[in-house]
């Protein structure tokens, strides 16, 4: 869009359709039409605005009531927090009666911290009150001083400091002043090694390896019973568990990375030969662990066959070996090789061949 | 003694006696000693006048800094007590309190002690729901009141120093809030730990080092709430308190910035004196905003911790969101495809997560440090600012500031997805697709519209100023045109929308010299040049009194109703004032309008 | 008179010896054993009335067999619980196309209908059958039913059971106020989206327990105040930015504004 540009003519501005379009307020040069003919180039602040009385300046009787409506909203106060120390102690702490909007709420909690805001809100809309209606609201104007410090004072600062540079003889002794720079340049680094160096051990190949072996049975989690390969129907969906992982001392760094879902398709909806191979019969088991930060990949859904990460909805396919469909995962869940043994109880036929959980730079 | 004949008498004894100060009354006697007492030590009295006489302009705006001080206040206070009863300990005990649903199970000490607080500590869930609702105002506070020093440009000079300490507050106060609300161990908060042990290992090369060191070993592991609780009660409040305390001397040595108006220039500062008035209305508004936050906290759960139940790596809910500050890094993390992870030579590079979880926050806060510095390069402004600027009036900056705020809030819906899809009946895929496209396509949308609007506004405004507002009383001349009266301005109202300044773009030298010798940093000033351009090519300005003056003579026909002044006010409309196509417009020819060939464009 | 034991060379003596053993066994079987969870055989009655129900208003979508078509799933095998909980709780029939059937406000059958309804299709091909009173009347270990319920269904139906999302519009509803009945056939049929928890997956005292679990929170007893809808943080930060917030400023006009 393009708008006209107009010298300014600084011509006698009574002209009718003068140079410059009123309207729009685009000009080059000084940026501003001025006339000639001694009008000011901007205009002049006006001063503060008069000043408008309140009814509690002149009245007696409303400075009376307002006096009143400060007093009361401090006696509401007072009264609140009288309430609240007694409700502390009578009301039985596992006392629950309905409010309505809340259910059933406990009485203890509501009456105490209602009584106590009140105590606190009303102490703040007394004063404010009070400041509003009796205390004085003429404006009062006070002066600003540039913050930059006069010359004076910024010469002093600086022969100061030179002068003292010249007396400690630093530029003089070079000798000085590189081991100082040394010395203050590495002290530091003990405190930094320590920190650094003790705050935890390495991880070496922990992140790639489970509690998972060959020949452990699958536990239902939370239960930790052995799962039957005839229990899993098809549809189903169980949280498992490695045997024997309640008997570790690391209970949760171990859950964290061997939680696994078992879940039973028809062998015929499964798409890779590999996915096949490694489940029993169309029943498959995959890690839990989301490939992109971690969180427990629970939500499964039966008739679409998809894993949903309830975090960051990355979406997984059952039937494609848990790829990835949808979402900002990149990696598809580690499959679990698992078989049945003699007594028909669902085992791991392998560790995970691969490190479960989010990526990190050694993955390979 | 005087020299007059002592008078005869007992009386008359003690004529010349210096008669005893009378008692000026109780309280005020003995506050007056202890005063003394301390100035004597400490010669306080000549810097307590100073500050009890300082001025501050009145204004709401100007409290939303205060809300967070004293949320501030309230989270230390509230945090001190929930100290004496939290354990913050992740070793394993088994639940043996009153709250059924999770008798017998075994949970973290940290877990056991805050349900403990919630239901078997007299008053210990209200003191828990004041802190994290004070948390969540503190946090709601910062940002508002960032927006409000943004938009009116208090961040100008003198005030950059604090502008930057401001902005690292808010960058420290989110993370005290994730640190807080990881404490508890519960399910949730357990999940967001579990994300940001994701995020460490994502870092290239250091990840999976990273980790282990913050969590002192394997995911979750042992230490990491007691250093959690190191860090929440110790490390980042002692930094707030400091930066903070710094931020408020700056405010105090710069005096606070005031909105233009009448009688308010640069140099002074018009308001209300702390002693007595705002010594009430801010000591007040402590008391209203505690008030407020308790009220809340009384009748509104926070963070339920009981019914999310302790961590555990197996389970999760659905809905799974942080804290609403932190869910701008949440929702990136939701909208950054997962293409972005790549094997480089036989290790991970893990974009997708890396970039979202620990890239996206420092950069924005960052370049939101910086702007003052890029403002002030733009400009080349080098004076001193203590009248804000009405956003309008600085269309560009409130442009960019409202594209700043649709990208973050873009992202922070992206983190409650899930949420908008099964309030709103929609699928949580297209909805995230939506928020991709919309993450790249609103923001410059944003600025556009937002700075043709600040023009528009600005356009309103002069308008205002020289036609006055419409009385809706028409007048008809002796010739039977039509007029609509229109009352001007006072002084006082026009005060505010005159006053500004429009920047002007910097002009660029030429790129050589006088003997056609490249100049060294033309390059440099070219970009600024145009970039200044950018900013301030199409500004509107200010009306001047020449202007004002003008539109008073060209209204038309003014002579012809001299006889008749029956009406106060500007005539406005007829003839002269249609275009200049239309068939009632006046016959007077125009001069010829010169256009300038080189006139830069609008933008 | 001859006494019972001058009797006893009887021919009938043994029969009656194993009348009465097979008598005390079979009734002291069927005083301790446990019961299956299943509800009342239906009759004969029923599966007829049931047959002319289902022709009439669900033959047009599953077909006149139960088989199934384009528009709806076969039933052949889903038992008796499946038909209960979905006629039971307004999901069917279902009015026109959807993403899912929800629970509608109206029950279109009497308890009788849909116990026929029930009878005819679980005729067709056994299927799991109406619960047994004992595992859905919600009197389980409460805090067990709690750590079930967070590791199950949780991810799906959020921490207390307020409804999450699935992919692609799907939802898993609220489970405030449901049922026993309805909430153990739901979990044993796997209807729609949701998995199957069969009786060897979750034991039917398990699914007694999640039911207890549910039920407590349905008693509704909110110790901090209202729950905003239990959906965690995001209700908290829209109730700060906007109550929280508006309250604030409303506060500082009002400090900011002169006195009448």
Redesign the interface.
């Known amino acids: 869009m393009t708008e006209h540009y107009t010298e300014p003519t600084g011509a006698d501005v009574s002209l009718p359709g003068t140079a410059a379009r009123l309207h729009q307020g685009h000009t080059e040069g000084t940026g501003h039409i001025e006339g000639t003919g001694g009008i000011p180039a901007r205009f002049a602040d006006p001063g503060l605005d008069p000043h408008v009385h309140r009814l509690a300046d002149h009245q007696e009787k409303a400075a009376r009531r307002a006096e009143r409506q400060v007093a009361a909203l401090f006696g509401i106060s007072m009264v609140a927090t009288i309430i609240f120390l007694v409700a502390y102690f009578a009301i039985d702490l596992h006392t629950y009666r309905f409010v309505p909007g809340i259910g059933q709420a406990n009485l203890s909690n509501v009456v105490l911290g209602v009584s106590l805001g009140l105590s606190l809100l009303c102490i703040g809309l007394g004063a404010v009150h009070w400041a509003k209606t009796l205390m004085p609201d003429t404006e009062v104007t006070e002066d600003r001083h540039p913050q930059r410090s006069s010359e004076e004072a910024r010469a002093d600062a600086v022969d100061t400091i030179l002068a003292g540079g010249d007396a400690s003889q630093l530029a003089r002794r070079p000798l000085i002043k590189y081991t100082l720079g040394g010395a203050l340049g590495l002290f530091a680094l003990p405190l930094v090694v320590q920190l650094a160096g003790s705050l935890g051990p390495l991880p070496k190949a922990e992140l790639s390896t489970t509690f998972w072996r060959k020949g452990m049975r699958l536990m239902r989690d939370p239960q930790l019973t052995p799962i039957k390969a005839t229990d899993v129907t098809i549809g189903s969906v169980f949280h498992v568990m490695p045997e024997g992982i309640d008997k570790t001392a690391h209970l949760l760094e171990e859950k964290g990375k061997a939680a696994v879902l078992l879940m039973r398709l028809d062998p015929d909806e499964i798409l890779i030969a590999k996915e096949r191979d490694w489940g029993h019969d169309g029943i498959v088991a995959y890690s839990k662990i989301c490939t992109h930060v971690g969180c427990p990949v629970g939500l499964y859904e039966q008739q679409t066959h998809h894993l949903l990460c309830p975090c960051h909805q990355s979406t997984f396919d059952v039937t494609q070996d848990c790829k990835v469909i949808f979402g900002p995962a990149h990696r598809p869940l580690p499959q679990l090789k698992i078989t049945v043994d003699a007594e028909g109880y669902l085992v791991a036929d392998s560790a995970f061949r691969e490190a479960v959980g989010p990526s990190f730079w050694e993955r390979g | 003694m005087s020299n007059a004949a002592i008078p005869k008498g007992a009386a008359g004894l003690r004529a010349g006696d210096v008669k005893p100060q009378p008692a000026k009354g109780g309280p005020m006697a003995k506050a007056g000693g202890l005063a003394s007492w301390v100035d004597d030590r400490t010669g306080a009295a000549k810097p307590v006048s100073y500050l009890l006489?300082?001025?501050f302009p009145?204004?709401?705006?100007f409290?939303?800094g205060e809300?967070a001080m004293f949320s501030l206040i309230i989270v230390l206070i509230t945090g001190t007590f929930l100290t004496f009863w939290f354990v913050p300990s992740a070793g394993?005990v088994i639940y043996n309190g009153?709250y059924?649903?999770?008798?017998?199970?075994a949970m973290s000490e940290a877990f056991r002690s805050t349900v403990d607080i919630?239901?078997?500590v007299?008053?210990g869930?209200?003191v828990r729901?004041i802190h994290h609702?004070s948390a969540?105002?503190f946090t709601?506070?910062i940002t508002?009141h960032m927006f409000r020093v943004f938009f009116t440009g208090a961040f100008r000079k003198?005030r950059e120093i604090n502008w930057v300490i401001g902005t690292i507050l808010s960058l420290l106060a989110i993370n005290e809030g994730f640190t807080g609300y990881s404490l508890p161990d519960d399910?949730?908060s357990g999940?967001g730990l579990?994300?940001a042990?994701?995020?460490m290992?994502?870092?290239?090369?250091?990840?999976?080092?990273l980790?282990?060191?913050?969590?002192?070993?394997?995911?979750?592991?042992e230490?990491i709430i007691p250093r959690l609780f190191t860090v929440h009660v110790l490390l980042l409040p002692a930094i707030i308190i400091g930066l903070f305390t710094a931020h408020i001397v700056l405010v105090a040595?710069?005096?606070h910035t005031q909105y233009p108006?009448?009688?308010r220039?640069?140099?002074?500062?018009?308001?209300?004196?702390m002693m007595?008035?705002y010594m009430?209305?801010a000591?007040?508004?402590?008391?209203?905003?505690?008030?407020?936050?308790?009220?809340?906290?009384?009748?509104?759960?926070?963070?339920?911790i009981w019914?999310?139940?302790p961590?555990?790596?197996?389970?999760?809910?659905?809905?799974?969101?942080?804290?609403?500050y932190m869910?701008f890094a949440?929702g990136a993390?939701?909208?950054?495809?997962?293409?972005?992870?790549f094997?480089v030579f036989?290790?991970?590079?893990?974009l997708?997560?890396f970039i979202?979880?620990l890239v996206v926050m420092p950069l924005l806060y960052g370049i939101a440090g910086a702007y003052p510095f890029i403002e002030s390069w733009v400009t080349g402004d080098k004076r001193?600012h203590?009248l804000l600027d009405r956003p309008r009036n600085a269309p560009t900056r409130t442009g960019l500031g409202v594209m700043a705020l649709s990208f973050y809030f873009i992202l922070f819906f992206a983190?409650?997805?899930?949420?908008i899809?099964?309030k709103l009946?929609?699928?949580?895929?297209?909805i995230?697709r939506a928020l991709q496209v919309m993450l790249i396509v609103v923001p410059p949308l944003a600025y556009w519209v937002t700075k043709r609007i600040c023009l528009s506004l600005q356009?309103r405004d002069?308008?205002l100023v020289?036609h006055g507002h419409e009385t809706g009383r028409l007048v008809r001349t002796a010739e039977g045109k039509f007029f609509e009266v229109h009352e001007p301005l006072s002084?006082?109202e026009?005060?505010a929308l005159?006053?500004h300044e429009?920047l002007?773009p910097l002009e660029r030298s030429a790129a050589v010299d006088a003997n056609g010798v490249r100049r060294r940093g033309a390059l440099g000033e070219r970009i600024r040049a145009k970039v200044s351009g950018f900013y301030f090519a199409?500004g509107?300005?200010?009306?001047?009194?020449?202007?004002l003056?003008?539109?008073h003579?060209?209204g038309p026909a003014h002579e012809a109703i001299a006889a008749k002044q029956e009406w106060v006010g500007q005539l406005h409309g007829g003839a002269?004032e249609r275009p200049e196509t239309d068939a009632y417009a006046?016959h007077?020819p125009?001069?010829e309008?010169?256009?300038?060939p080189d006139?830069t464009?609008?933008r | 008179m001859r006494s019972l034991a001058s009797r006893r060379r009887h021919p009938a003596a043994i029969l009656i010896l194993l009348l009465l053993g097979l008598v005390a066994t079979g009734g002291l079987y069927s005083l301790l054993a446990p019961k299956p969870a299943q509800a009342s055989v239906a009759t004969a009655d029923d599966m007829t009335a049931g047959r002319k129900l289902f022709l009439a208003n669900c033959a047009t979508c599953h077909g006149l067999h139960a088989e199934g078509s384009k528009a709806a799933p076969s039933l052949v095998g889903v038992g008796a619980a499946a038909v209960d909980f979905q006629v039971g709780t307004g999901r069917m029939p279902l009015a026109g196309p959807a993403i899912q059937a929800s629970p509608s406000g109206t029950v279109k059958y009497t308890d009788e209908q849909i116990a026929s309804l029930a009878a005819y299709v679980a005729s067709l091909s056994p299927g799991p059958a109406v619960p047994d009173g004992q595992y859905t009347k919600g009197d389980g270990d409460i805090a067990r039913g709690n750590e079930l319920f967070k590791v199950n269904c949780a991810m799906c139906h959020n921490f207390v059971g307020s409804g999450g999302a699935l992919t692609r519009g799907k939802h898993a509803p609220s489970l405030r106020n449901v049922s026993g009945k309805h909430m153990y056939e739901a979990m044993v049929t796997g209807p729609q989206s949701m998995p199957v928890f069969n009786d060897t997956n979750l034991s039917p005292t398990d699914k007694n327990d999640v039911i207890s679990y549910l039920h407590e929170i349905d008693k509704n007893q909110n110790p901090g105040g209202m729950t905003l809808g239990n959906l965690g943080p995001v209700s908290e930060g829209m109730f700060v930015w906007v109550f929280g917030l508006g309250l604030m400023v409303a506060a500082a006009v009002w400090l900011g504004s002169k006195a009448a």
């Open positions: 006489k300082k001025v009145d204004h709401w705006s409290m939303l809300i394993q009153s059924v649903p999770l008798k017998g199970i919630s239901f078997d007299r008053g869930l209200i729901q609702w969540l105002m709601v506070s508002v003198p399910l949730l999940t579990r994300a042990e994701g995020f290992q994502s870092v290239p090369v250091l990840g999976s080092y980790a282990y060191f913050l969590f002192g070993g394997a995911f979750p592991g230490a040595v710069h005096k108006g009448p009688g220039t640069n140099d002074n500062v018009v308001g209300y004196p007595p008035v009430a209305k000591g007040g508004f402590l008391f209203i905003v505690f008030g407020i936050t308790t009220l809340i906290s009384a009748l509104v759960t926070i963070n339920p019914m999310y139940g961590y555990d790596p197996s389970p999760v809910t659905a809905g799974s969101q942080p804290d609403w869910g949440d993390l939701r909208l950054f495809p997962g293409f972005f992870e094997n036989g290790f991970t590079l893990s997708n997560v979202p979880s001193e203590h983190a409650g997805n899930d949420l899809a099964i009946g929609l699928s949580i895929n297209d995230t356009r002069r308008d020289l002084e006082h026009r005060w005159v006053q429009a002007k199409d509107v300005h200010p009306v001047t009194p020449a202007e003056a003008a539109a003579h060209d002269d006046s007077e125009e001069p309008h010169e256009v300038d006139s464009t609008a």
